[in-house]
């Protein structure tokens, strides 16, 4: 009789676990599939096909999108070129300008859309935290990613020499980016009725590097520039097609971004993460996945300037137009992770100028860089563990 109670009385308990997985996962699971146990037996409503069927759907969504943001950067890179071909921009605007707007913009949207539609304030403060995790892996990550790539695609004394890019300028736009990085910071610390209006200010930082990138001097191309993928037998495909393959691309990347971005939302909490450690740390990397695909590709291709001038073209527009969303439509206040995030991207770029300006870059140094955001992800983990 014992025994009948506790199992009588451990069926409720199970049912409601059931719900709570079924929250979870974005699936519901009635009580009842569990009530009938007792008059079936205990392993006929098999409660583990609850669970595994539902992750393993998860799993599956998120590598297919990771797998298809991939070959969607494939056919971007290869129309980006193309564009910038026809509009007769320099390879370095190519990167700064055209490669990382076409990147950066669904970003922006996400950002956009979370500042401005949120419903609660809890919405907004994602868009937000989404204005200071895309520096904090463009500046770290994305930039160690490329060194990784270096790394791989050289052999014996290649992979420590020097990169041949411009570090000059590259050095210029880290200088940049921290002079408008600090001052987006600087009014996440305080608190006046007239903050909403220095979004202009950000907005125009933009218009004048985009200005001053697109007239800048026509650099050396780095190697042959491949057919067009959706016209691969034109020597000289059409404009229309050109366009047609670029902003097919960005779409598709857009799309599955969202996906990729779901999927990890639902797998953090499986795997016993906190939310707030899912925001900060893995959804900043899967909506700067493009970036990272791109600067994988053209360092494949050994492109190493388009590469990183992709990135550090991704980065003003990271710094500056969400920036600006987020004055208009939030009150821009940052807690002490976001300060802390945006000291770890300070600290991060200020080392990329120095080295920059010293020309003294090469795929090891870059892939050190990871090492800025693995302390503050064990930084942040053990705060929220």
């Known amino acids: 009789m014992e025994e009948r109670a506790s199992t009588h009385l451990a ?21 009842q599939g569990w009530a009938g146990c007792s008059a079936r037996g205990p392993h006929s409503a098999q409660p583990g096909l609850y669970s595994m069927t539902p992750l393993l759907g998860t799993l599956l969504l998120f590598l297919g999108s990771a797998a298809v943001i991939y070959l969607a950067c494939e056919y971007f890179v290869n129309g980006v070129e193309w564009a910038g071909h ?3 921009f320099g390879q370095k605007a190519t990167g700064t300008i055209l490669a990382a707007f076409g990147t950066a913009l669904p970003e922006s949207v996400v950002t956009f859309v979370a500042v401005v539609f949120g419903r609660n304030e809890a919405q907004r403060e994602i868009g937000v935290g989404a204005a200071l995790g895309g520096p904090l892996v463009l500046g770290t990550v994305a930039y160690a990613v490329v060194g990784w790539t270096v ?12 990169l041949d890019v411009d570090h000059r300028h590259l050095s210029r736009d880290q200088g940049w980016f921290l002079l408008i990085f600090g001052g987006k910071i600087a009014l996440g610390l305080v608190a006046f009725a007239t903050k ?3 979004g202009l200010i950000f907005l125009a930082a933009y218009t004048a590097y985009f200005w001053k990138e697109t007239r800048s001097r ?16 034109d020597a000289e495909p059409p404009t229309g097609w050109v366009l047609l393959q670029t902003s097919a691309a960005v779409m598709l990347i857009f799309a599955a971004c969202r996906v990729f971005v779901d999927q990890l939302n639902v797998l953090g909490p499986a795997m016993g993460l906190a939310p707030q450690v899912v925001a900060l740390l893995f959804s900043p990397i899967a909506t700067e996945l493009p970036e990272i695909m791109n600067a994988v590709i053209w360092v494949r291709q050994r492109k190493e300037r388009l590469a990183l001038a992709n990135v550090s073209g991704a980065m003003m527009i990271q710094a500056t137009v969400p ?20 000291a770890v991207t300070a600290t991060s770029v200020l080392s990329l100028y120095f080295l920059f300006q010293r020309g003294k870059m090469s795929g090891g140094k870059l892939s050190l860089f990871a090492i800025f955001y693995v302390l503050f992800a064990g930084t942040l983990a053990l705060l929220h563990f």
């Open 11 to 31: 069926f409720p308990a199970m049912a409601h676990a059931a719900r709570r997985l079924g929250e979870t996962f974005g699936r519901d699971i009635p009580a």
């Open 86 to 88: 026809r509009f007769d």
């Open 151 to 162: 790394l791989a695609s050289r052999s014996g004394q290649q992979r420590s020499a020097l």
């Open 196 to 198: 909403p209006w220095c």
């Open 218 to 233: 026509q650099d050396e191309a780095e190697g042959a520039l491949e057919p067009l993928k959706l016209r691969p037998r």
């Open 323 to 342: 920036t600006a969303f987020g004055l208009f439509f939030t009150p821009w206040m940052f807690s002490r992770t976001l300060v802390f995030a945006a």
